[in-house]
């Protein structure tokens, strides 16, 4: 009963009030998590999204790590240069969609990227200081990518106004359309229907998109709810973006490294970002990391206009380098097991199965306007639990399902099968 006194203190004493489950961990082991009373955990979370290759990390990973602290790994990577940094960013921008020169910033954090990324933007034209994002985004928490998430009203509201200048617009949910109207059901309608209120609406009427300077997404929305968009919406996206000179931003800081069975998630729908924000798994599940990796001609106009102090650690880099390396190999896997998520989870009773690779999401609903069931998705969470399955939520009644990619098909269908356990005993 270790765990429910740490629980407890843990309470009193630490500031985060987001925890779903009352887990202590104490070690990982591949797909596995112990909690401090020894009990035993199946992983489809990946640590939301940071141990893609799985806990603690890749055994090569670890290995390449250990190497690099013992020589250097603080080392002022936005004051003076080290070789991992220079290794991980020409890695990035030969990995990265678009056969442009490129260039790499290093932060710390997912959100760091995405400010990073605005501040790119920003500096790029001065007569374009407007940023578009979308309703159910998640950029992060600082203030600049909190003025761009629109995913849960808490994580805002009071803590406005926010940065000024940022417009938002529908994201082309095919299960449930932000207007609630009949006929945007098929995807070439959601996807005219969204492009339709950017340019009749927010275009005619909020702002000249020629003082817009960019538009930010996340090529599957995670923290809004796991919703995948229609196939050709990000390149009708980059014709209307192209249109009026706005910059794409792709936010892959939770979709990226492999999730969705391409290195980057984007590259499932033929599009070409101008900012790549990244952070969690690139850091192996073992170092904080941020990256944001952005066509040279962005890059910022004077020294010292960007910086920070951790940036470019050259452990932090040397992980890098290696998870990339394995991610790649891992890829053809991703795509295999994800056949089989997408199996067994379109036989389970759930009300939407969407998903790429082993990034799936399922939903729980009620009724024809398909009234979010909260209650009945916390409680599979809960239950699952219980039976040492770890899940979590995403949006007002979605599950994310992401298991580390070196998951194995026997632990693929153990979770599977406790997860279709619980749904069954609750619907
Ligand atoms: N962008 C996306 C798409 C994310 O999912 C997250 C984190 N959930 C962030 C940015 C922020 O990352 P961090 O928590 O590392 O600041």
């Known amino acids: 009963m270790e765990s429910r006194k740490i629980v407890e203190e843990s309470e009193q004493f630490l500031a985060t009030s987001t925890r779903e489950l009352p887990l202590v961990l104490d070690r990982g082991e591949g797909v596995w998590l112990y909690d401090v009373d020894g009990n035993k955990y199946l992983d489809f979370t990946s640590g939301i999204g940071v141990n893609n290759l799985g806990w603690p990390s890749h055994p ?162 995670g923290e809004g709810g796991y919703v995948v968009p229609p196939k050709g919406f990000f390149s009708q996206l980059e014709k209307t973006a192209r249109k009026y000179g706005i910059y794409l931003i792709d936010d892959e800081v939770q979709m990226g490294m492999g999730r969705t069975g391409k290195m980057f998630a984007i590259e499932n729908f033929n599009s070409t970002p101008d900012v790549i924000t990244l952070a969690k798994a690139l850091g192996g599940g ?22 920070n102090t951790f940036g470019g650690n050259a452990v932090a880099c040397a992980i890098g380098v290696k998870t990339l390396e394995i991610v790649k190999e891992l890829l053809p896997r991703v795509n295999e097991l994800g056949k089989l998520f997408q199996e067994e989870l379109t036989q389970m009773k759930v009300d939407d199965v969407r998903g790429l690779g082993l990034a799936w999401g399922i939903e729980f609903v009620r009724g024809e306007r398909k009234e979010p ?55």
């Open 60 to 221: 090569e990973v670890i290995r390449a790590a250990e190497a690099q602290m013992k020589k250097l790994a603080h080392s002022m990577g936005n004051d003076f240069y080290n070789v991992p940094q220079l290794e991980l960013a020409k890695k990035l921008v030969q990995l990265t969609p678009g056969e442009f020169p490129k260039k790499v910033f290093f932060s710390n954090s997912g959100t760091e990227a995405v400010e990073a990324s605005i501040k790119l933007i920003k500096q790029s034209d001065p007569k374009r200081k407007y940023l578009i994002a979308f309703i159910g985004s998640f950029h992060g928490r600082t203030f600049g990518s909190l003025s761009l998430t629109a995913s849960r009203p808490v994580q805002k509201y009071l803590f406005g106004p926010t940065l000024p200048g940022v417009f938002h617009i529908p994201y082309p949910n095919p299960f449930r359309n932000p207007w609630h109207i009949n006929g945007y059901e098929d995807p070439d309608s959601l996807i005219n229907a969204v492009l339709e209120y950017l340019e009749s609406w927010v275009f005619a009427h909020l702002v000249d998109p020629e003082e817009v300077a960019g538009i930010i997404f996340e090529p599957i929305q």
């Open 373 to 427: 069931d909260t209650k009945t998705r916390d409680k599979v969470i809960e239950e699952s639990f219980k039976k040492g399955l770890l899940l979590l939520p995403a949006g007002k009644s979605a599950i994310r399902i992401i298991p580390p990619l070196v998951i194995s098909e026997e632990e693929a269908k153990v979770g599977l099968s406790i997860l279709k356990e619980v749904i069954n005993s609750l619907r």
């Open 286 to 307: 073992l170092y904080p990391i941020g990256a944001t990796v952005f066509r040279k001609d962005l890059d910022f106009k004077k020294k010292g206009m960007h910086s």
